[in-house]
């Protein structure tokens, strides 16, 4: 088990800076943290607020997960912290709940801080943004806003300069090893849920804990196996409809990516481990290193299109066609012929 309270290895010194610079006095009225889905910006923010409600730690001690602040903090009803949210995941937070937030803000509480938690901030909408503003621009002593983004560059400028940027790297696995090692049955577990996870930590520790997500990724990596090797239209749409493109994409490109390093390195990268390796490498010997490009290009393109209002079918088939050796091998000529690639 993993100690409550404490932070997570590789977010230890982002965490400790701001625990030295909040007792100091220093902190920003507006905290911006960024970094890819999944990094562990919601576990530095959780851990950061709970330390600053905690009513026992000194220091950089971990909030000690037990006082009136800690069990506030941690049951979700304590009275200086006010989380905003979509009210369902994919939607809007809108102007109202900005407004509310900024009315809460604005009323002085009976501790050191009083805090908003905005996330994703990147799905307040336009209206909403602008509301926050006005309470960005003139926090109240004790006043904190946090805003998560992984998307920053959605947020109008005019936020994202009133606010102190946090960018959190992704880490390496060795950093995280440790951390995930506490929710697996062993390392090899760990490797696995590592490359399923594209390097994402809280996203390996979900599937770790997750038999329904381990068991959905196990069928995409039978999925992309199968891709590597099949040459017929059918089986490939027909592997490809199982899974959830969603997932399915970013994984195919990482495949690729893979296939790509072995063709130039002879390396087996982390992802490329979890495949058979004749299959892997035979894929990138027939694709060779200009097949290899444009399928990821096309991969690319596949994952921009993830949200259009496409024929489903139709896109699969567009996709399995690309996947397939002798069908790359013809669009390329054809597209040399017209002049277009
Ligand atoms: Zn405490």
Known sequence: MNEPGAVPPWLAQPWQALVLRAAAGHLPGGLLVTGAEGVGKGLLVSALLQRLFCERATGTQPACGECGGCRGFLGGVHPELHDVMPPEPGKDIPVDAVREAGEFLALSGSGDWRVLRLHPADAMN??????????????????LIVLESARPSALPATIRSRCEDLHLPAPDLEAARDWLAAGAPDSSAVDEAWAASLGRPVVAAELLAD??????????????????QTRELHSAVTHLARCNLETLLPRWQALLLSAQRWLVSGEVDRFAAQFPPDRLQAFARE???????????????????????????????DMAAAMLPQATASRLASRGRSGAY
Do not use: D, I, M
């Open 287 to 317: 694709r060779g290193a200009r097949g290899l490009a444009s399928l990821v290009q096309e991969s690319r393109r596949w994952q921009r299109q993830a949200r259009a209002q496409l024929n489903p079918q139709l896109r699969l088939e």
């Open 126 to 143: 336009a209206s909403a943004a602008n509301a926050l503003l006005k309470t960005l621009e003139e926090p109240p002593a004790g006043g």
């Open 211 to 228: 038999p329904e997500r381990h068991a959905a990724w196990r069928q995409e990596r039978e999925a992309l196996a199968e891709l590597l």
